[in-house]
C-alpha cells in the first residue's frame, strides 16, 4: 500500500474507529483521515443524544428547546465535517475527468456509517434490558457488512480511478424566515 492508499483505510477500520467513538472507548493507534472520521461520529452520537431528549416525554419545553438548536448547531458542524473528509480524500486522488460520477460522496456515505454504527451500538446496549433490541441486531449487522462492503469497492474504484466524486461545498442554511428577508420585507429571489 501507498502513503497515498493509506490515507484511504478499509472501511472496516473506519467503521470500527466510529464503534469505539460510540462505546466512548479510546482511539487504538493514529486515527483516520486525521481524526475527522471519529470526529464526524462524536457529532452524531451528541445528536443522537439530543435527539433522544427531545422525545423524552419528561423534558420541559425549554429542555426541548436548547437540544433542538444544539441539534442545529451540530447539523452545522456535521455538514463541515464531510466537506473537510472530501476534501481530505481527494487530496489523495488523482480522478479522472471521464470516470463515472457517484451521486453520493465517501464522506457522505461514511456520515450513514456512522449512524448505523451508532444505532447498532445503542442497540446492542439496550439489549440487555431488552431481548427484543437483541433480535434486531443480526439485522443491523447485516446492514452494516453490506454498507462497510459498499464503502470498500467505492473506495477502490476511487484509488483506481474508475469513479469519481463532486466535493460539495456545505451551502446548509439555519436561519430564521424573518432573516430571510430583503430590507422591503420580502425574501429575495
Known amino acids: 500500500m501507498t502513503g497515498r492508499d493509506a490515507a484511504l483505510p478499509a472501511a472496516a477500520a473506519l467503521a470500527a474507529e466510529m464503534g469505539r467513538v460510540a462505546r466512548g472507548e ?4 493514529p486515527p483516520a483521515l486525521d481524526g475527522l472520521a471519529a ?3 462524536g457529532v452524531n452520537l451528541r445528536q443522537w443524544d439530543l435527539e433522544d431528549t427531545t422525545r423524552d416525554t419528561r423534558a420541559g419545553d425549554g429542555a426541548v428547546a436548547e437540544a433542538k438548536r444544539a441539534i ?3 447539523n452545522l ?3 463541515r465535517l464531510v466537506h473537510e473528509i472530501d476534501v481530505a ?4 486522488l488523482e480522478p479522472s475527468p471521464t470516470a463515472v460520477l457517484a451521486t453520493e460522496s465517501p464522506a457522505m456515505v461514511l456520515d450513514r456509517l456512522s449512524v448505523l454504527v451508532i444505532r447498532r451500538t445503542r442497540t446492542a446496549e439496550a439489549s440487555a434490558h431488552d431481548r427484543a433490541y437483541a433480535d434486531r441486531l443480526p439485522a443491523l449487522d447485516a446492514q452494516l457488512a453490506a454498507l462497510v462492503g459498499a464503502l470498500d469497492t467505492y473506495l477502490a474504484e476511487l484509488r483506481a480511478g474508475t469513479r469519481r466524486f463532486f ?3 456545505p451551502l446548509k442554511l439555519y436561519v430564521a424566515p424573518a432573516d430571510l428577508t430583503r430590507g422591503d420585507g420580502n425574501r429575495p429571489g
Open 72 to 74: 442545529d448547531r451540530l
Open 89 to 92: 480524500i481527494g487530496d489523495t
Open 39 to 41: 470526529e464526524l461520529a
Open 77 to 79: 458542524n456535521r455538514h
Open 26 to 29: 479510546p482511539p487504538q493507534g
Open 167 to 169: 466535493v460539495h461545498d
